[in-house]
Structure formats: C-alpha cells, structure tokens
C-alpha cells in the first residue's frame, strides 16, 4: 500500500512480536563500538568558547591499515580494526583547514583540505608524519574537497560548500601535478523546494536553502555515487543524499531514497558530510559527522555506520540504533539482511539518579534523558564528586558509554589536557558495591568513553566516582548503560496514521498510540516496500514530525517498538 498525498491513511502494523530485526553477526561480544567514537576529540582554537571538535571525517583504507581524518584535529588517527585508535599529531600537514580529503594514486597518499589557492601534498607512509607538498599552486579555489581516482587512474575532484552555489566536479591530471583538465563542471544545484532534507532549520522547518556541501564520491558496478550533506552542520537533521550516473562528471540523477544517511533521534544527531568506504573484508561503511552545537555551531562529533548497496544499486546506511553497541565484523557481511546491532538495550533511561552535589541548571536527571545536548553537573570537579543511578531492578549490564560534558572548561588547542578518570562500581541492594570499571589512573583524553565489559554483571544501582577532570566541573551528558531487563518485551504498535500534506508532500505526521512499557520506538520508512532503511528514533510522545521528505513520492513506513528487554517489530501492510 502507497500512502496517497493528499488525505489521512492508516498504516497497520502486525499483531505479533518479532524479537531480533535481522541476524546479527556471531563473534566475540568485546568486538564493538558505539556511536559517537571513542577519540581524543581536541579543544578548539576558538577564543568564543571552550569546545571540542571533529568533523567531516574520512576513513582510508591504505596497506592494511585504516586512516581516519577529520577537521580541526591537530593530526590524524589510525587502527587495525576501526575499534582503537591511535592518535597521529601533524604538524607538516594543514590540519587546521577543514573537510580534509584524500586518495591513494600509485602508492601514494594525497591529502588536500579546505581552502582558497592550496595546496596538495602526499605521503608513502602516513604512519610518520612525513608529508611533503605536491602542487603548491593548486588552482581551483574551493571548499569541502574530495579526491577520486576511477579505475582507469583517471583523477577528478568534486567540490562546493554553499547556500547558493552548486557543487561541481572537475578532472585533474595525474601527470602534470593534478592540475586541471578542462573547466569545472556543475553537478548538484540546491532543490530545496522538491528535497525537504536540504531546508535549512533544526527540522527542515527554516524556509530557506540549507547549505550543500561534503561531497563524496563512490564507484560501485560500474556506476558513480556522488553524495553530498545538507542543509547544515548544526542541525539534528544533518545528512547525506546521492546522485548517480554512468560517467564521473555525469549527467547526474538524484535517488529517491535521499538522505540516505539520516539520523535524525536518539542520544546524538546527524550523519552528514560524510565518506563511504570498504573495509578489509569487502563492507561498506559511511563515517559521518554527528552534532552537540551548544557551544558552538562547530561542536561536532564523529559517528560510523554500515552501509550496503541493494540489487536495483541504490545506496543506504544502516542508522537505526545507531548510538547504541554495534558489533565490529570480522568476515564479509550482508548489511542488507545482517545486523550489527548485538540487541543491548539501554537500561539507563529517566532513571532515578542521585549526586553528590549539583551545579543550578543542570540536575542529575540529565544524565540520564537520552540527549547529548543536556547534562548534569557537580558544582565541583573535585575528587570523590559521584553520580548514582537506580535501574529500578537488577538487570544484566553489557557495557556503559560515559559521556563527559567539559562543563565549566577553559581549555584551548594548545592547552594541556589532563584525562578524565573515574571509578564505577555495582550494586544489587544499594550497600554492597564491587567494582566494574577503574579508570582511576587513565591517561588517554576521551570523552565518550566506551566500556564492555569482559563478563557481564547483574545489578540494580550503579555509582560513578570522580578521579580528576581535565578542568571545571565534573560532569555528564549521559551515563548511558547498555544490557539486558528481565522483562517483557512491549507489545506491538498495532496502527499508525500518517498524515501527509496535501499542499507540501515533503511533510508528513505519523501518529501512533503509546505502549505501556515502552521505551521508545524506531520509525523506519523508505520509498519501495520492504525496503525501510531510513529511520528515526523517537523518545516520549508516539509521534513524528518528518519535514525532510522528497516530494512527489511515495513512502511506506513501519513502527517499531523497544524497551529494556528487546525490540517489538511492527509489520507493514
């Protein structure tokens, strides 16, 4: 069933309950991340406000190791296996340009970043930091730059950061130090009136074009995917659409199923201005920029999410439960049919919380409201300032994603930055406390510190102690805690009325009732049935407000129920 543009339909949903989505890969529970990744996100040079930042990441897979670049670092990160990384100060790079981009041609790493008349540079080994200018008059001024070399070593560049102007792609030439071949070419104008994802505002609700930037490119079956984000850094709405076409400089066609990463609910929002990329075993992935932007508009984050392209090839993201656990593969996957999710479900939602003091403004509960942009603060960032929290019933904790706030920080770039350290321990009565996690003598600077724990536990209360803050207040924006109820899982949304305007199809309401035990729901839809691979996580009322939508098509849509013990899967009719 399509819903019809211009009156109200039902979208029934099936009566019984389907506990796990799709398969999920069988391997050793430690291997796994969750959402935002667990760097050394640094201070900004910005004399505004103290903030941390990272953004507009790219992830290169080069001899066997995985690169990872992203603006404002002060260097640049690499792994074996995308689960830990090492930090890689730079200072014969520009990393405080932004949108870095780079490219192997040979056996070379090029490396270019945001800027006027800039330059290139390379590396045999980006392990040193050993980078050497390549083109130090490289002629296209441009923002938001991305490298690719096709098959055939033909090179070309895509560009373009803007409200007004469009993004363009223009061919280098590997032999005369990628200078240009030809003039740029336009490839991608702002569509806002047809694309709602590309309106600027928090929920594509500002009635202007948002900005148009972050273009990516990716070549599969023979085709070429040009990607690009809007409508802006700053928005929980930030995302990646797609354009294909048969030759590198096209013409291009937009895909429907735009944004095609899109997070726009749960802890932390966005998945734009991102890069697709293959692992080792042949996967795709889409590392995308995440938002806080209290502080400043800048104040980003950097997510990872799997990515898969289905048999008709459109392009699509997996971001369901995309701040939750997820699994790292360790062999070649089906992202379509296969899930990374290992079903640990949050147990910390609008729990009871207590603290040992409290700065005016930020109460204890903020720990715990699953919002990134909140948090509770002691008023001290003394040793032995504490948060407790009550699950209410001893239930099987997994992990614990600590997400520290930097509340009252004045630190910049160049500042030292000592590490946070803490304590957490477990309680099933509230008097008997043993320990989970030390982190009393850490020494790496992180703040969404990510622990699994190598056997789980049962408990009912867990406490956090404070060791030492890099400075100001000891503070959390969430202590989110990941495991298993010993419940029931919620019943299922049995109906969902979508309403879609009949005077802008890019607008729809969806309404549901609520579900008595319920934790939350995940909506997902798409634009061909049985292929729902966007979705929105949504906390509290049971409805949502999609303004991003494509006009002039169709949409179906399925509601999904979750809570402490698992997931309730709706079935679209």
């Known amino acids: ?70 603006s404002k670092s002060g260097g640049y990160w690499y792994a074996d296996n995308m689960l830990h990384w090492t930090f890689r100060p730079s200072v014969t790079l520009p990393v405080e340009d932004y949108a870095p981009t780079v490219e192997t041609i040979g056996d070379t790493v090029f490396f270019l970043a945001s800027g006027g008349a800039g330059k290139i540079y390379y590396n045999l080994n980006p392990l040193e930091d050993n980078w050497k200018v390549y083109n130090a ?30 993004i363009r792609g223009v061919e280098l030439d590997p032999k005369r130090l990628l200078d240009t071949l030809g003039s740029a070419k336009v490839l991608i104008g702002h569509k ?19 900005w148009n930037e972050g273009s990516w490119m990716t070549k599969y079956n023979g085709k070429y995917y040009l990607q690009y984000s809007s ?14 076409a048969e030759k590198p400089l096209g013409p291009f066609t937009y895909m429907p199923n735009s944004p095609f990463s899109y997070k726009p609910g749960g802890f932390i929002n966005g998945a734009g201005h991102g890069a697709t990329f293959q692992d080792k075993y042949g996967n795709y992935w889409h590392v995308a920029t995440m938002t806080i932007s209290v502080r400043h508009m800048f104040e980003r984050r950097v997510g990872l999410f799997p990515a898969f392209f289905d048999r008709e090839g459109q392009l699509h993201c997996n971001t369901a439960f995309g701040d939750y656990p997820s699994l790292m593969p360790n062999r070649k996957m089906n992202f379509e049919k296969e899930s990374t999710f290992p079903g640990w479900m949050l147990l910390s939602y609008h729990k009871p919380v207590s603290a040992s003091s409290t700065l005016p403004g930020h109460q204890p509960e903020l720990a715990g409201d699953e919002e990134v942009r909140t948090w509770w603060a002691a008023s001290t960032g003394n040793k032995g300032e504490w948060l407790q929290m009550d699950l209410e019933k001893p239930s ?64 009912r209360y867990v ?10 207040n000891f503070s959390i924006s969430g202590l989110r805690i990941f495991g298993k109820g010993t419940g029931k899982l919620p019943e299922a949304v049995k109906t969902c009325k979508v309403q879609r305007d009949a005077q802008d ?56 129920a979750f809570n402490e013990n698992g997931v309730t899967r709706g079935t679209q009719q």
């Open 1 to 70: 069933m399509v819903f019809n543009f211009y009156k109200r339909v039902a979208c029934l949903l099936g009566f019984f309950i389907i506990a796990v989505q799709f398969p999920v890969i069988a391997q050793q529970k430690n291997q796994n991340f969750c959402n935002p990744l667990n760097l050394n996100y640094r201070f900004s040079y910005d004399n505004s406000s103290s903030y941390r930042e990272a953004a507009d990441p790219v992830i290169h897979l080069y001899k066997n190791k995985y690169f990872l670049y992203a």
């Open 137 to 166: 008059k490289f002629q296209v001024s441009m923002t938001d730059p991305a490298l690719f070399k096709d098959d055939d070593g033909r090179v070309f560049l895509y560009y373009g950061c803007s409200n007004r102007d469009p």
């Open 192 to 210: 806002s009136k047809e694309h709602g994802w590309e309106e600027a505002g928090e929920k594509n609700d500002g009635g202007k074009e948002g």
């Open 231 to 244: 409508p802006g850094t700053e928005f929980k709405v930030y995302g990646d659409g797609v354009y294909v």
């Open 396 to 459: 099987t904790i997994h992990a614990i994603q600590v997400n520290f706030a930097d509340e009252g920080a004045r630190l910049k770039a160049n500042d030292h930055v000592k590490p946070y350290q803490y304590t957490i321990s477990v309680s099933e009565d509230g008097k008997k406390w043993h320990s989970i996690v030390d982190q009393s003598k850490n020494t790496a600077d992180v703040t969404h510190d990510y622990q699994v724990l190598d056997k789980a536990v049962k408990a």
């Open 463 to 472: 406490k956090m102690i404070n060791y030492q803050v890099p400075d100001g």
């Open 505 to 560: 199809t890019r607008h729809a309401r969806l309404d549901w009732k609520a579900i008595k035990g319920a934790t939350g729901y995940v909506v997902y839809f798409g634009n061909t049935k049985n292929k729902l691979y966007q979705s929105a996580m949504v906390y509290g009322n049971p409805s949502l407000e999609l303004r991003g939508l494509n006009k002039g098509v169709p949409y179906f849509f399925r509601v999904d």
